[in-house]
């Protein structure tokens, strides 16, 4: 794989001018497109960001056939490097996406090259604020125009990159959840572990009626039972219960979170019991109203670790009860940025520097 570079002329980040970047409000100069034509994907280039031209019957955009991955690129607070936080991991999760969707995988080494080759170009976009990165959003979607149901035979793979805030501020309250009993997001069988766009759609009508009621983000629950908690949002969710933190298992219908599995890590170093392990609505109500419940927490690289307030399920308030002392999910998202930001010593090999 070649990698040409056609820079822009003009960089356009003088527009973010030191404003808060929010999520997704602002775009770095850069995008790198590649295309599959038939057998192999074909060299990659680097151009100045802006629009795809799309044939209209395309079929990743009637049938879905897109998938797509998240992850961030890290200034060093303390050097001049950007890391790159275990990007071999979305490698892996993007090709295991392509393949649930017929979608020609692109090969680990080279979509770590050409996120590398990406930062290089527009490395002045990386912000200099801890906590705060450049978004790295792979996609690869469907592009032949065709009405029938099938895979396509053309594909484009895109990079662009976004320099943002945390998703939720360190300093925003905990989050409300609203544990979703009506609608769901993924049942067995189907592709609630890939992380493809049509999973995101979904969520969109309970999301906003959520939001209209008071809540920051929603609870997923099965879809055959209604009874056991799998996602909240775009996160994992993690429930402190007594001495021991629990997270429902990668049963088909969750994403295989990078944070996730990182934050598992963590705690088994930390000594801390784990399971990984169904848990229901009435496990976690009981544990509340005996003051069990101590912690909960969403983990992601959009939102990094995210605590949780309360859940309101049908009538009833789910709410946790805090110890003494700093929270699990504060130790967990400063040990994250501070490995992110290569401030502390990384004895899994999580971070790969960039230049
Ligand atoms: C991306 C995503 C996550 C978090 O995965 P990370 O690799 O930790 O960013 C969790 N749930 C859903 C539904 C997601 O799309």
Not at 93 to 111: H, K, M
Request: hydrophobic letters at 40%.
């Amino acid at each position: 794989m070649q990698i040409q570079v056609i820079p822009r002329d003009h960089s356009g980040l003088s527009a973010l001018n030191g404003q808060d970047p929010g999520f997704g409000n602002f775009f770095s100069d850069h995008m790198l497109v590649r295309e599959w034509s038939g057998n192999a994907w074909g060299d990659a280039r680097i151009v100045a960001r802006g629009p795809l031209e799309v044939e209209p019957s395309a079929l990743g955009i009637h049938y879905g056939q897109s998938v797509f991955e998240g992850l961030k690129a890290y200034q060093g607070t303390q050097d001049d490097a950007i890391r790159l936080f275990r990007p071999d991991q979305n490698a892996a999760r993007l090709e295991a996406s392509c393949l649930r969707l017929c979608i020609p995988p692109v090969r680990t080494d080279e979509f770590i090259e050409c996120i590398r080759e990406l930062i290089l170009v527009d490395a002045a976009w990386v912000p200099k604020r801890r906590g705060h990165a450049l978004y790295i959003r792979p996609l690869v979607f469907a592009t032949e125009g065709h009405l029938a149901v099938r895979p396509s035979s053309r594909y484009q793979f895109v990079i662009t990159t976004a320099p943002v805030a945390p998703y939720f501020s360190a300093n925003s309250r905990a989050l409300r959840l609203k544990a979703e009993a009506r609608f769901t997001r993924a049942a067995i069988g189907g592709t609630g572990s890939a992380k493809t766009s049509g999973n995101y759609a979904a969520t969109l009508r309970p999301m906003v009626a959520a939001a209209a009621e008071g809540f920051d983000q929603i609870l997923w629950l099965d879809a055959r039972d209604h009874a056991f908690a799998e996602e909240a949002g775009q996160m994992n969710i993690f429930f402190r219960i007594g001495d021991e933190v629990v997270t429902p298992e990668l049963s088909g219908t969750i994403l295989p979170g990078v944070t996730r599995d990182s934050v598992l890590t963590l705690l088994d170093v930390w000594g801390i019991a784990t399971a990984t392990r169904r848990v229901s609505m009435s496990e976690l109500a009981q544990a509340s109203r005996s003051g069990e419940l101590v912690e909960i927490f969403g983990a992601g690289t959009a939102a990094v670790v995210a605590p949780v307030a309360s859940i309101r399920h049908l009538d009833e308030e789910i709410s946790t009860t805090p110890v003494e002392g700093p929270s699990l999910a504060e130790r967990l998202r400063e040990t994250l940025l501070g490995i992110q930001h290569g401030e502390i010593e990384d004895p899994y090999n999580w971070v790969c520097s960039v230049s």
